[in-house]
């Protein structure tokens, strides 16, 4: 059974503290990993999408990298505007079309 | 572009009761889906359509029926609602099944009583 795993899930940080979130995956074939965005009562946004090991994305303070078991969103000199929960989420081969989603990290970054 | 819009935001509904979650995108996206989503869980995909005429079940579908007329629109109906239904209600499209960036809706919260 595909499962994603998402670490911590919930994690505080002050402003300009850099951290990673991690994403561990367990899938009989993958075909893409995503990441989203979450806001509070909001539905997710689309941050980025990685197709192979190796393979990095980045969107101002931002970047996701992938290996062949997990992948690490990396947040440098956050501000309290990145605060969201951020989920993952796998696509697998022969998956009919299908997401499979990590529960979220919760990220809240203090002033 | 307004994107994927879903009507209601808000529904409270009496064990039994059947009501439709509309959902509707201006992007002349293919692919759509429906998600709930409950604390402490991912994201787990209800039905979802790849097209016109076409549409799958998902991971959850028991108690939900969907259909997909048109290109723009994709509601999602509960036969008769149970309280294990109080959920969010995430619609989503993509351009196509291998353009895989979905562009989620506002959200409908459930709550069945």
């Known amino acids: 059974e595909d499962q994603v795993t998402q670490s911590p899930e919930a994690l505080r940080l002050q402003e300009g503290e850099s951290s990673s979130l991690n994403c561990s995956y367990t899938?009989?074939?993958?075909?893409?990993l995503f990441w989203y965005r979450q806001d509070p009562g909001k539905g997710p946004e689309f941050l980025f999408t990685l197709y192979s090991a190796g393979e990095e994305k980045e969107k101002e303070r931002l970047k996701a990298t992938l290996t062949k078991k997990e992948s690490f969103l990396h947040i440098t000199a956050p501000k309290p505007e990145d605060s969201a929960t951020y989920l993952c989420?796998?696509?697998?081969?022969?998956?009919?079309?299908?997401?499979?989603f990590g529960t979220g990290t919760r990220l809240t970054i203090i002033p | 572009n307004a994107g994927v819009t879903q009507t209601p935001k808000f529904q409270v509904l009496k064990t039994g009761q059947s009501m439709t979650l509309q959902c509707a995108q201006d992007m002349n996206h293919e692919y759509m889906s429906w998600y709930r989503q409950d604390p402490g869980m991912g994201l787990r995909l209800i039905h979802y359509s790849v097209g016109a005429g076409i549409t799958d079940q998902g991971e959850v579908p028991n108690g939900y029926n969907v259909s997909r007329s048109t290109t723009e629109d994709f509601p999602l109906r509960l036969l008769s609602a149970a309280p294990s239904q109080t959920s969010v209600y995430f619609c989503?499209?993509?351009?196509?099944?291998?353009?895989?960036?979905?562009?989620f809706g506002p959200g409908t919260r459930l709550t069945v009583t």
């Open positions: 989420a796998v696509q697998v081969v022969f998956g009919n079309e299908k997401l499979t």
């Open positions: 989503a499209s993509s351009p196509s099944s291998n353009q895989y960036e979905q562009y």
């Open positions: 899938v009989s074939g993958l075909r893409g």
